[in-house]
């Protein structure tokens, strides 16, 4: 994850949950020995969010960078929260 991390600084990381902007952003975490390391893509990052059996589709906006590399960004976690501020097709 280190290196797509440094490639892609739309998706930030923080070990810190008080630091993590919750209504701005699609967050997830994942726990590893007994830390949690949480992960984060802003709303100015995203178009809209859907979901369909566990998967969580991200669909880039077209002034991120991310947009120039992928159509969507799927993602499977045990813990996905959608900020208040982003906008979903459900």
Known sequence: MKKLLEK?????????????????????FYEKEGKEKY?????????YVSWSGGLLS????????LSNYFQA????GESV????????SN
């Not at 960004?73 to 499977?76: D, E, P």
């Not at 929260?81 to 979903?88: M, Q, S, Y």
Request: aromatic share 14%; charged share 20%.
């Open 73 to 76: 960004v799927i993602l499977q």
């Open 39 to 47: 992960y984060w893509i802003s709303a100015e990052e995203i178009l």
């Open 58 to 65: 991200v669909i880039p906006s077209s002034s991120s960078l």
């Open 8 to 28: 892609f600084p739309e998706i930030k990381f923080s070990e810190d949950p008080s630091s993590v902007p919750w209504k701005d952003a699609l967050v997830w």
């Open 81 to 88: 929260f959608v900020g208040a501020k982003i906008k979903v």
